[in-house]
């Protein structure tokens, strides 16, 4: 099948001669604005319909014969039901077909019956599609183009693959297997569970639970270095990697800079950064990582993302960096920027459902991921108080958890007083998160003071402890 872009208006006869007859008379009036596909069979329309909503196509119009053998109209229109309530369905009948028809509106939610022969098309076809077509329109909102994850909500193989695709600014749509959505595109994909997660292309390719160096490639990152020597290698590209980046590449040097997860390290994750200098309305760590990663390729370095360095060689003159893919690229000089990782959370249950409940940062992802849930933000700094507000816009409560006696010891004076004025956000100091609970994804945490314990509710945590 071709790759559609406009709504598609499937025509299904078993008759080859009126099949024809019906294409060429919706061609003729509808082309600019629809694509016109055929089918010989209900099984084959089916097929057609489910390819569609695997790859987000929208199906605007199904205009379907009732005498068909195998599969009669009503029995297809039912079927097609359960992939798009919203799809106007036309049956076309002969005049003795009445009762057919009547069960059509009935069982099947058919909006009209025509009877054949439809001529003049212009008096006996048209009128009525273009009333059907206009009330689809009204209600239809144009399908999401780009990337398609489909895949259980609380794995941390999804997670990681979202993560991954935000971080790199590569716009994407999350559809939870769970969810009655899912649950009809798995259907349609005809794939298991332990396919998932599944990365649905915009060309109609699907990955299943790729790698993240396979979802780089098909996403059309650059993952290899073009030449063979550079005048500078930089590992690393935050902030401090991509300011040598633009530094170097603007006087001329040919440079190289790599990162193993996304550009911007753990800057360009932050919700919020209002202390850095020549922005002061402040702005998110993605932006500071576009206009950085901007900066830096309109002086001609070149990014590699992701790539990991895991060897450096001497050869004087020059050094070789060799790659985790197998290639290597020689230069003058390495600059190391691989800045810092972060502390895991040491509590009980909290390796286990990492990427499941429990986070380290919070990104455009878990905010959407949580909206309208009891989140907890772990950490008494900068970063912990950027995302506590950050999280407070979207979720019903933020439980910002310190072990000290006070956040005003390790935070921004004016992010205390902003965190001290939202109401969905409560403070616990001097309390540390000693397990986390939950069996598929975190449930709850066990916080202790003083030596005492206590269960809280809580859907996600944050972990911003350093």
């Not at 990955?207 to 979802?215: F, K, R, S, Y």
């Not at 380290?360 to 950027?386: C, F, L």
């Not at 066990?446 to 809580?458: A, D, F, S």
Request: hydrophobic share 45%; glycine share 8%; net charge negative.
């Amino acid at each position: 099948m071709p790759l559609v872009g406009k709504p598609v208006i499937l025509a299904v006869d078993d008759d080859p001669l009126v099949l024809a007859a019906v294409q060429r008379d919706l061609r003729d009036h509808y082309t600019p604005d629809y694509l016109i596909l055929g089918a010989s069979s209900g099984r084959e329309a089916l097929a057609v319909l489910d390819e569609l909503a695997a790859r987000g196509d929208a199906t605007a119009l199904l205009v379907v014969d009732q005498r068909m053998p195998e599969m009669t109209g009503v029995e297809f229109l039912e079927a097609a039901r359960r992939l798009d309530e919203g799809t106007r369905r036309v049956l076309l009948t002969a005049y003795a077909d009445t009762e057919a028809a009547i069960a059509a509106i009935n069982r099947a939610g058919v909006s009209h019956y025509i009877l054949k022969p439809w001529d003049p098309p212009s008096e006996r076809l048209y009128p009525i599609l273009d009333d059907l077509l206009d009330e689809w329109l009204a209600s239809y909102r144009p399908v999401f183009s780009g990337i398609r994850i489909l895949g259980d909500r609380f794995s941390a193989a999804t997670h990681q693959i979202k993560a991954f695709l935000a971080a790199n600014q590569v716009p994407y749509q999350s559809i939870d297997a769970g969810g009655p959505e899912g649950q009809v595109l798995l259907e349609s994909l005809d794939v298991a569970a332990a396919d998932l997660p599944v990365i649905l292309l915009e060309n109609g390719e699907r990955l299943l639970n790729p790698t993240i160096a396979a979802v780089a490639e098909a996403v059309n990152l650059h993952t290899r270095p073009t030449a063979q020597a550079y005048d500078l290698v930089i590992v690393g590209a935050g902030p401090a990697g991509l300011a040598a980046a633009v530094y170097a590449a603007s006087e001329g040097l040919h440079v190289l800079a790599l990162e193993r997860a996304a550009p911007g390290g753990q800057a360009g994750s932050s919700a919020r950064i209002e202390n850095y200098l020549g922005f002061p309305a402040g702005l998110s760590g993605a932006d500071l990582t576009r206009r950085a990663v901007a900066q830096a390729v309109r002086f001609n370095a070149e990014m590699l993302v992701p790539a990991e360095a895991t060897e450096l060689v001497r050869n004087d003159p020059y050094r070789i960096v060799r790659f985790a893919g197998g290639e290597e690229a020689s230069c003058k000089a390495v600059l190391i920027a691989t800045g810092v990782s972060y502390r895991m959370l040491p509590a009980e249950g909290a390796d286990r459902l990492a990427g499941r409940g429990v986070y380290y940062g919070a990104s455009p992802v878990e905010a959407t991921e949580y909206r309208g849930q009891d989140v907890a933000v772990i950490g008494a700094g900068n970063s912990a108080g950027q995302a506590a507000l950050y999280l407070a816009a979207t979720s019903a409560s933020v439980r910002l958890i310190a072990r000290g006696p006070s956040i005003a010891q390790t935070m921004s004076a004016y992010l205390v007083e902003r965190i001290e004025v939202t109401p969905n956000i409560v403070v616990e100091v001097n309390t540390d998160v000693v397990a986390v609970e939950g069996e598929e994804r975190m449930e709850a945490m066990i916080l202790q003071r003083e030596g005492e314990r206590w269960p809280q509710k809580t859907d996600a945590a944050f972990v911003f402890i350093g």
